[in-house]
């Protein structure tokens, strides 16, 4: 299995069917914090993550689902969406408010690479949290060309989405026991985060709330327990996947 990593959606080629040399398996990020959020939803008994670029396409198809089993989930700028039910925090996505119901979601950057990729065959997405989860995952589809995908900053790098692509890259690497199946790097971009995994993987808090997204989360407001989550490696065995274009469903 070979594992390239882009570190935003822009930075990714166009998704070429696999009889070309596609992707047949596409992983995307966003620690801070839409995938954490994803992951921790379906946890908590959501019945699906419908995923938009653009707010007036989620208005759209959430007013067609009934009321009482939808919420609104929208953040720009690391802040709430004025009038929808939740923004991006995973830690607001509790049992009772999300059980059953299917979460419109929309964010910053996390949501246009879930765009990006949503042609390759099988689509999940991952955090720190389920960073060997998504390995697993990976390894038992047979995939033989894996793209990483981080959501970055508007278009830039991020610090925090390339650190949780080295986590699974990583981990994918430490599953790969078996002497047919072997894990390598696709990139240099892929080679880059796989180092910079190791040398935070101790102290991933630190690492997420010294990037340049941690400290505009922190300049506006508290979000300890939103990094506290965000950080914690391997405290999900959960994977969200793709089941229909831009509907991520648990598995």
Known sequence: MQISYFHT????????????????????????????????????????????????????????????????????????VDGYDLGNSPLAVTTELVGGKRIFMSTTNGTRSLEAVKAVPLLVTAALPNRTAVARRLLDSGAARVWIVGSGWEGDYSLEDSLAAGAVISAAMELAVSPHVGVSTGND???????????????????????????RLIGIG??????????????????????????????
């Open 189 to 215: 971009e892929a080679l880059a985060a796989l180092a910079l995994w190791q040398q935070w993987r101790h102290d991933t808090e630190t690492c997420l709330r010294a990037a340049s997204h941690g400290q």
């Open 9 to 80: 959606s822009e930075a990714v080629p166009a998704v070429l069917p696999v009889a070309e040399g596609g992707p047949d398996a596409a992983v995307v990020i966003d620690v801070l914090r839409a995938t954490t959020t994803i992951a921790w939803s379906l946890q908590n008994g959501a019945e699906a993550i419908q995923a938009f670029a653009d707010l007036a396409e989620l208005e759209a198809a959430a007013a067609a689902w009934p009321a009482e089993q939808r919420l609104r989930a929208g953040e720009r700028g690391g802040k709430r």
């Open 222 to 251: 508290n979000h300890d327990a939103d990094f506290a989550c965000c950080a914690a490696v391997d405290s999900l065995m959960i994977v969200p996947i793709q089941t229909s274009p831009g509907v991520l469903q648990a598995s």
